[in-house]
């Protein structure tokens, strides 16, 4: 996980690169800070900078990357994968993708290797061979890139200041590219979609940053074309009792195993997660030579709902022997000074749910309360950068809320002492409402139009995420010096619930808290998490009550006038 920025302008003009924008790079990677300026050719100057999260390879890799061609990657990613590659785990996956960048001659073979790549990512690689300049993000947009162009001048960055208005997201359509034109000129920015993503392209063209669209295509790591709008018939359990009902749908055979191949793909993509790392928390992975240490170098966004607490069991169940776990739950202050919020409540009845079947593992609950005047304090002072360049309502409650939940700084529930999480690695839910009809609108949907229309609103739900919120979680949670990873956006995890009958993901039949997500539902009940499985979906804002704090009559669309 990096902080990543490059401008390219004339080699006549000077590049503008504020200290205050140096400051939120140097955050997300604090193991190691490299700015260069440099000439490039047909008479362009370039300025890098790159910050480093070291968390694949034996020993960190430090950027902006150049190689003996003198082309220069920045990378801001993980390689959990790679099409046709061998991998060294004692290399990173910096140095990986370097190698092969370095014998694409063609825009054909950049986008064979990028579409090779499984995991997140955001890229900008300097062709020196043939005077290019390469950037894009992943196609669920799980890291943030942010783009300022002039008629002179083309900016990237992982994240900016507010007063930097001029920026705007790097959309997740494909890989893009830009010729250098002589005398310090810029040539056409051209997109290259994603296979599935070409009509989405074409309507949603950003004025800040024009570009033509070309007709080659990458291919996308999800497979649309195999997306199973159908249902499957269930033989419906009269009883209204949700155990009951998930027992009785358990015992069907061909349910029952497809709830234990979902299991198995959730349970891998976790454990890619937790494994592709040094194993150390922040404290200890500047020791050497320590290879090993029994803190928490995972954590878990926790708010006892149905997602996070799948997550923390089978993240409980995979982490090496002596290692603990955090779960982290925050909750803002309600009128009458306690804390006890909607989702403390559910944290603390999943984790009482959560431990007794994992008595070989630490496990804690850290309990993050903020007040007021903290939030407005850290949301003046700093988070308001990170939002941006998003503004509304929605933004800034979901991002506060992430924000101070991933500081992990509150008190062990069990011991209460003070503790402030020394994780590195952060499990996080996002992705999988818009997957399994999660959210009131999908009910509404079905409502109207039946799963025709539940149907074309999930494809489209996949097919817009990364124009929602994972560039924004993305700033928010890497601002801790801590990477952010969604296991239910595993491109193996999306794939087997596309192709999965529509009913088994969601049946709306069933009341809220049953119906929504019934396949992870079964999954979290038949791993034993009998309580957790009912709950209904509650989001971040309502559930810590942040939404609650200040202007009640907001809408989350609304521009956030904050003081």
Avoid at 117 to 134: D, K, R
Avoid at 300 to 322: N, T, W, Y
Wanted: with cysteine.
């Amino acid at each position: 996980m990096c902080g990543i920025f490059l401008c390219l302008c004339p080699s006549h003009t000077s590049p503008s690169f504020t200290p205050s924008c140096q400051d939120l790079l140097s955050r997300r990677g604090p193991d190691n800070l490299a700015i260069t300026t440099r000439p490039a050719s047909m008479d362009h100057m370039v300025t890098a900078c790159s910050s480093v999260l070291w968390l694949q390879g034996d020993s960190i890799t430090c950027q902006p990357l150049v190689d003996s061609l003198n082309n220069m990657l920045l990378w801001n990613g993980d390689i959990f994968n790679m099409t046709g590659v061998s991998r060294n785990p004692s290399e990173s996956d910096t140095s990986l993708l370097s190698r092969h960048l370095a014998s694409c001659e063609t825009p054909d073979q950049m986008l064979d290797c990028m579409a090779s790549i499984s995991g997140p990512w955001a890229m900008v690689y300097m062709q020196e061979t043939t005077n290019t300049l390469w950037f894009g993000r992943d196609f669920f947009g799980r890291q943030s890139l942010l783009v300022s162009t002039t008629s002179e001048t083309l900016t990237l960055s992982s994240c900016v200041t507010s007063d930097m208005t001029n920026f705007t997201e790097v959309p997740a359509f494909g890989l893009f590219s830009c010729l250098l034109a002589p005398n310090g000129q810029l040539g056409q920015v051209t997109l290259y979609p994603w296979d599935c993503m070409k009509d989405q392209a074409e309507s949603s063209n950003i004025n800040t940053m024009q570009y033509t669209i070309s007709s080659l295509t990458i291919r996308c790591p999800v497979r649309l074309d195999q997306f199973n709008p159908s249902t499957q018939s269930i033989s419906h359990e009269p009883s209204s009792d949700s155990d009951n009902l998930f027992q009785y749908l358990l015992s069907q055979s061909s349910i029952s195993s497809m709830v234990d191949k979902f299991t198995d793909l959730l349970r891998a993509a976790v454990k890619t997660r937790i494994t592709n790392q040094p194993g150390l928390c922040k404290n200890c992975v500047n020791i050497k030579p320590l290879t090993t240490c029994s803190h928490s170098s995972v954590a878990v966004l926790f708010s006892g709902g149905l997602d996070s607490c799948v997550l923390a069991h089978l993240a409980a169940e995979l982490l090496p022997a002596g290692q603990s776990l955090q779960l982290l739950n925050v909750a803002f202050q309600k009128a009458g000074g306690g804390f006890d919020v909607p989702d403390r409540l559910t944290g603390i009845q999943a984790f009482k749910e959560l431990v007794p079947l994992h008595t070989g593992r630490l496990i804690s609950l850290v309990t993050v309360d903020i007040s007021l005047p903290e939030l407005k304090s850290f949301r003046s002072s700093h988070i308001q950068h990170l939002l941006h360049p998003l503004h509304t309502v929605l933004d800034d409650s979901i991002g506060c809320a992430i924000w101070f939940a991933a500081r992990g700084k509150g008190v062990d529930m069990v011991t209460g002492e003070e503790v402030q999480t020394p994780a590195r690695v952060l499990l996080l839910g996002m992705g999988i409402d818009e997957q399994m009809g999660g959210y009131s609108r999908h009910r509404t949907r079905f409502v109207r139009e039946g799963h025709e229309g539940l149907a074309d609103e999930l494809k489209m739900e996949l097919l817009r995420i990364s124009e929602r919120n994972l560039g924004r979680d993305n700033r928010i949670v890497s601002d801790h010096g801590v990477a952010p990873r969604f296991p239910f956006l595993d491109e193996n995890v999306v794939n087997f619930l596309l192709a999965a009958p529509m009913s088994i993901k969601c049946d709306f039949s069933y009341d809220r808290g049953v119906g929504e997500k019934l396949l992870l539902r079964l999954v979290a009940h038949k791993l034993g998490l009998k309580l957790t499985a009912r709950e209904p979906k509650r989001a971040v804002q309502f559930g810590s009550r942040i939404a609650k704090m200040e202007k009640k009559n907001e809408k989350g669309g609304q521009v956030a006038v904050r003081e």
